[in-house]
């Protein structure tokens, strides 16, 4: 087992510390776990940071935010050295076009290879990457052929100065690089929205629609069943809510009800927040008692369809694979649809027609058409909130809650849907497929990747209260 | 699992013709052409392709619309539920792609015979690219006799160049309607949080009673996980 040397620092109000200490790295394991420990001078909660390093341990290089701790993990190996020189503004064209040509920084893209640095009366420097220096020998005999030919012609004077390898992932983590040389950030095309904090009004909403979903799968006759609400979370609404379907789903007027449901507890005032958690705590119910009511969730015994009879004995309709999530997703389409129905349409001739249609969004060229019957019709469905610019793809930026981690079905459902975010209060250690089982969010080979939570809830909250 | 094309029987290569043929059918729709049948007893008793642009829910593959059309069929037919599943045990799929993810699960929970696919899926396949669900769970049955994941037989690589060339003329007319295949190149981290709720924390009666509760009213604990290691556990010590 090898050893790693880390730098933390840690910010608390002001004040910083800096320390090192080395943790174990196991390379038999392609993710090595490093478990740290912290004991936090300010709050004595005992921090545990797990760090899985993927590929390699110089991957990471990334700042943690905890409220206003601010956990910086920086590794010496993610710093290069380069050769770096002051360069005249007038050559700086011609030498980066040249630069470029014969050292170009491949690995290093994020890297900006010029730098101005301000000096004091206004004056202004620059700054130029010549090319990378080796680890140990900074002698400028080491300098590729080519640039000492560049660097000799125009009398430049090198310097070695380091740089970050790694491109910055976050941007505190690219504020921080920047004060080295900078660097170029593109912001993640997943989403890690609530990495870096959920503030006091997004934890509420998070709590209300998770009691949201926890009602609706309490709504049943006697059986608690896994339930999915969709939400748009820039507007605080539900998009689609569903319960499982596996015994009967003859309820589709249930459905189109529920959709447009708002939780009444949705924005609610400040202050509330222990509140909510605490109204969803009914200390009721027994523990033997609920395990045999949460048979009823679905994704929890996918399998099961077939000998579940019992539970549904009326059931003329019935379908093993309509789970919470996949109802909800298909309500969130079916709305999607009748929302804007001018869309998509492929079969239909005047496809053409309507698509000039939605090309008019903008609310003074709709008045133009407004004896169009269609574009009536769409108005009226929008309720006055949503254009047709505003015509979501699949469930792009929508969060899901679930009571239940979702099975490998629902879970994969979720990454075709597109799904931006979703909280499950239950784990599902028989099927669950984001943590317990399979792990969804982490392969890396799929072409959407949505961020999970779990928001943790006591069992009690299940219990049907009679 | 793969198979090559001279092994195959005259059959197989005819219900996965048919398949084919359900691919092209999607591609006339702009949809991405994927296709399939079901066959039980050597006959086709059910065929669907690919509606995911149509419906607007990306969870429309094939083999969903294959299913679907089944189920509605036996029970019109007064099946019940155990009589279903037996019908699902000796039905075999010939798809042009191999079932992603959430298909393989769902012919898993199903549980299907047998599964012939075309060309693989390098990006979602659920029977060997990705995950192999069709190898049902290894763990033996709990205790208490919950049922584990059922596998299936999978045989791959059938036709899989006719499958393939119409993908790619799919994807080289430029998808007018998803982005697949374009999206996401960074590597992905995983970000995996629990919520707290300061009451939780307080009932367990830990050390939260020396946090500034009415300062922070939740506590968020972020652990985040650059990995895609499987079954790693998480656990929160002491809070």
Same mark, same amino acid.
């Given at each position: ?112 290879? !010029? ?90 909403s ?23 609400v ?31 449901k ?43 369809w ?79 909130c ?32 597109? !799904? ?28 959407h ?18 | ?48 392709r ?31 539920k ?37 060309c ?19 763990e ?11 596998g ?6 059938i ?13 080289? #007319?430029g ?38 509760m ?15 290691? #499987? ?9």
């Open positions: 087992m090898t050893q790693i040397e880390i730098e933390i620092e840690i910010e608390i109000g002001g004040k910083s510390s800096t320390f090192q200490t080395s943790l174990p790295y196991r390379p038999t394991n392609n993710n090595p776990l490093v478990t740290l420990l912290y004991q936090s001078p300010h709050s004595y909660i005992l921090l545990c940071l797990y760090l899985c390093f993927y590929y390699s341990i110089q991957y990471i290089h990334s700042i943690f935010i905890f409220h206003k701790l601010i956990f910086c993990v920086s590794l010496y190996a993610c710093i290069v050295n380069v050769f770096a020189s002051i360069i005249d503004p007038k050559l700086a064209n011609t030498l980066i076009r040249l630069l470029n040509q014969i050292a170009p920084l491949e690995n290093l893209r994020h890297v900006k290879r !010029i730098r101005k640095k301000q000096l004091e009366g206004g004056k202004t420097e620059l700054l130029v990457i010549l090319c990378l220096a080796s680890e140990n020998d900074s002698h400028l005999d080491t300098m590729q052929h080519d640039v000492r030919e560049l660097f000799n012609s125009y009398q430049l004077s090198a310097f070695i100065t380091k740089v970050c390898k790694f491109p910055a992932s976050s941007k505190e983590e690219w504020e921080e690089q920047c004060k080295l040389w900078p660097t170029s950030y593109h912001p993640p095309t997943y989403n890690i929205d609530g990495i870096t904090g959920f503030n006091e009004e997004d934890s509420q998070v709590f209300s629609f998770m009691r949201f979903a926890v009602e609706l799968a309490k709504s049943g006759d006697g059986l608690v069943t896994n339930a999915a969709i939400v748009d979370p820039s507007v605080k609404k539900v998009i689609a809510s569903a319960r499982d379907e596996i015994c009967s789903w003859n309820i589709p007027t249930n459905n189109q009800t529920s959709s447009f708002q939780p009444d507890t949705c924005i609610s005032q400040s202050n509330s927040n222990r509140i909510i958690a605490h109204d969803t705590l009914p200390s009721n119910g027994s523990t033997s008692k609920l395990k045999q009511l949460c048979t009823g969730a679905s994704c929890l015994y996918p399998w099961r077939s000998e579940q009879e019992l539970y549904m004995p009326n059931s003329s309709c019935w379908h093993p694979l309509r789970h919470a999530a996949i109802v909800a997703i298909e309500c969130s389409a079916a709305r999607d649809r009748q929302l804007f129905p001018d869309l998509g349409d492929n079969e239909d001739k005047s496809f053409e027609l309507d698509h000039m249609h939605s090309s008019t969004s903008s609310p003074a060229k709709r008045q133009n058409l407004e004896n169009v019957e269609d574009t009536e019709k769409l108005d009226t469905l929008t309720e006055g949503h254009s047709v610019a505003a015509r979501p793809y699949l469930c792009t930026g929508y969060d899901i809650y679930l009571v239940w981690e979702p099975c490998t079905m629902c879970a994969m459902a979720l990454v075709h849907q597109r !799904i931006r975010r979703i909280f499950y209060a239950f784990p599902n250690p028989n099927a669950g497929a984001l943590g317990s089982v399979h792990r969804l969010q982490g392969e890396k080979s799929l072409n990747h949505y961020a999970v939570f779990r928001v943790l809830l006591p069992e009690e909250v299940l219990s049907v209260e009679l | 699992m793969a198979s090559h094309e001279e092994d195959c029987s005259p059959d197989t290569l005819a219900f996965m013709e048919l398949a084919i043929q359900q691919a092209k059918l999607a591609m006339d729709s702009l949809e991405v052409p994927v296709g399939c049948v079901i066959v039980e007893d050597g006959k086709v008793i059910a065929s669907g690919n509606r995911t642009t149509e419906t607007r829910n990306a969870t429309r593959h094939a083999e969903m619309e294959a299913i679907d059309i089944l189920l509605e069929h036996w029970q019109k037919n007064g099946l019940s155990l009589e279903v599943a037996e019908k699902f045990s000796n039905c075999y799929l010939y798809v042009t792609c191999e079932p992603c993810i959430m298909c393989a699960a769902a012919l898993s929970i199903l549980g299907i015979k047998e599964v012939c696919y075309g693989a899926n390098d990006k979602f396949g659920g029977c060997g690219s990705i995950l192999s669900l069709h190898l049902g769970s290894s033996p049955l709990k205790s208490h006799g919950v049922p584990q994941g059922k299936f037989k999978c045989t791959g690589g036709m899989a160049s006719e499958a393939v060339s119409l993908l790619r003329t799919f994807y080289e #007319q998808n007018p309607n998803g982005e697949e295949g374009c999206d996401i190149t960074a590597s992905c981290d995983v970000q995996f949080a629990l919520i707290v709720s300061s009451k939780a924390s307080q009932t367990s009666g830990s050390t939260g009673n020396a946090l500034n009415h300062t922070y009213s939740l506590i968020l604990t972020y652990i985040w996980v650059l990995s895609q290691v #499987q079954n790693q556990k998480l656990t929160v010590e002491n809070i």
